[in-house]
């Protein structure tokens, strides 16, 4: 089986038949999908359903028993799925026709590049930003967020303290999936941990091409500010909810030290520099080793909420 869909859903029956009817139609179909419901309360499980009677693939529909969360119920999608190859799938986006076709040759070129299957690999790819209506509000989610992908030296160095990969594009192989489940209690979110292990252990690889129309409606997971958006700035100024989104990316890198002993030994002394350093509040070397956040404005926020971690 070449490639299964991981699809997440919880109350979302305002746009989920719009998901499934654009995975439907893609050039190249997935050989399965899989769909974890979080105990929807509205009608997304029977849109579910009667999806499933009429795919033109295999659909296994799973309701769990307790609500798991976003990260969890990745966790449990991902760890269901078949395939050599999985893409993340969030509900309320839609899948441009080429979508699946595009990252299946990005991640099989870089199979063929990167020593077969024995790398851990991930693909991911820009978007467009949408409304409700799915009226583009941005060409560019990496250029309105003003992020960018790292090279293979950089990318782990930026992946500690900030994620630039946004899951619902993500293809990852199956040498990825092995290394990151179980996932670790401490990670942020399943995306994020993704390709923080792809940098770590193997290869992230981008495509500035748009697959997917991301849609904004007010109840995202995680959505899509602009980058010198109202929210963006509330947030910089509120102290202890910066400060504490500084300690969870610290607490996720410790998770990482202790996931799976078998990883490369120089991810594991960047990552245990990085650690002792935190520890001992020298935060030159951090700085002097290249940690840093995309962007001027952005890295310097975080190194000012950063240094004063220690006067809590």
Not at 284 to 310: C, E, M, T, V
Request: charged share 25%; with cysteine; aromatic share 10%.
């Amino acid at each position: 089986m070449k490639l299964s869909v991981a699809l997440c859903t919880y109350n979302g029956e305002n746009f989920i038949a719009e998901q499934l009817e654009s995975i439907a139609r893609q050039t190249v179909l997935p050989d399965e999908l899989i769909i974890c419901d979080d105990r929807s309360a509205d009608q997304t499980v029977q849109i579910l359903h009667e999806f499933a009677n009429k795919a033109p693939f295999p659909v296994s529909i799973y309701h769990n028993e307790t609500t798991l969360g976003v990260i969890r119920n990745f966790e449990q999608s991902i760890s269901l799925c078949k395939g050599e190859y999985i893409a993340l799938a969030d509900q309320d986006d839609v899948w441009l026709p080429e979508k699946i076709e595009k990252s299946l040759a990005l991640i099989e070129g870089a199979q063929a590049q990167y020593a077969g299957e024995e790398v851990p690999l991930l693909v991911h790819t820009d978007l467009k930003v949408v409304d409700k209506q799915l009226k583009v509000i941005s060409e560019s989610f990496m250029h309105a967020q003003k992020l960018h992908n790292e090279d293979s030296k950089q990318a782990l160095k930026t992946l500690l303290v900030q994620n630039y990969v946004t899951g619902c594009t993500v293809i990852i192989n199956r040498k990825l999936k092995e290394l990151a489940l179980p996932f670790p209690a401490g990670i942020l979110m399943h995306d994020w941990w993704l390709a923080l292990l792809a940098a770590a252990e193997g290869r992230i690889v981008f495509s500035a091409e748009r697959t997917i129309l991301y849609r904004q409606h007010g109840k995202n997971a995680v959505g899509a500010q602009k980058y010198f958006s109202r929210d963006n700035l509330r947030k910089v100024l509120a102290f202890r909810q910066m400060q504490e989104e500084i300690k969870q990316t610290i607490q996720q890198a410790a998770a990482f030290t202790r996931h799976k002993p078998a990883m490369r030994l120089r991810s594991r002394e960047c990552i245990a520099n990085y650690l002792a350093n935190v520890h001992k509040q020298d935060y030159w070397p951090i700085f002097r080793a290249g940690i840093h956040k995309q962007g001027f404005l952005r890295n310097l926020i975080f190194y000012i909420f950063f240094i004063s971690l220690d006067k809590e």
